[in-house]
């Protein structure tokens, strides 16, 4: 135990009280998105107005633009969960459709990654880009209730693992490491819960 704790005072943890902040309100999104519950649509509000701050001195443009794109998605997914006159129900779509994101994200993140490397000081742009398109694929299947949409987040979450590690935000890092377990288990619990005719 002695050695861990050695190991882990060595890598210089950047644990200012803005990131900690946000990682307290992105865990607690995730976790609450999980359990259906529509509180998690203000927890992603108060963390995504933080890491626009992060993201931007981080120089991870294309994550600063996506926090603004979570932003307006914590209004949607509220609004949209909020329905009174017919509950959301989760559904899944169909290969083909989940096919079309994938071409579509693709060519979405070479020409993000692209322009971000040729004309910005943009860190690591075609890792930043990829999680940043995928991320509102994977945010706007989250807010119609699309079990699709964690199998989307494991991945992202672990690349973003490394992405936010590279530059030095570790505390944020471990956020994503703890992001891709939650939405493991997003998934199963989910799928036990998912109508069996959706």
């Not at 943890?13 to 990682?23: G, P, R």
């Not at 998690?40 to 933080?50: D, E, M, P, Q, R």
């Not at 004309?119 to 890792?127: D, K, R």
């Not at 693992?161 to 891709?180: D, K, P």
Request: net charge neutral; charged share 10%; with cysteine.
């Amino acid at each position: 135990m002695q050695e861990i704790l050695q190991i882990l005072t060595q890598l210089d943890f950047n644990w200012s009280i803005i990131e900690s902040v946000a990682v307290f309100f992105s865990i607690l999104y995730v976790i609450l998105a999980a359990k259906e519950s529509i509180w998690c649509w203000g927890a992603a509000a108060i963390s995504v107005v933080l890491y626009i701050y992060i993201c931007y001195t981080a120089q991870l443009y294309p994550e600063t633009g996506l926090q603004v794109f979570y932003l307006f998605m914590a209004f949607y997914g509220y609004h949209h969960w909020n329905k009174k006159e017919q509950e959301l129900q989760i559904s899944e779509w169909n290969t083909s459709k989940h096919l079309l994101i994938l071409a579509i994200g693709a060519i979405l993140t070479f020409l993000m990654g692209f322009y971000f490397t040729t004309y910005t000081n943009a860190a690591m742009p075609l890792v930043d880009s990829f999680t940043t398109v995928f991320s509102i694929f994977a945010t706007f299947m989250v807010a119609k209730k699309i079990l699709g949409n964690w199998l989307y987040w494991i991945v992202i979450d672990a690349v973003s693992v490394y992405l936010y590690f590279s530059r030095g935000l570790h505390l944020t890092s471990i956020l994503f490491f703890a992001y891709t377990i939650i939405a493991i288990f997003g998934y199963i619990k989910w799928l036990k819960i998912m109508p069996k005719d959706a």
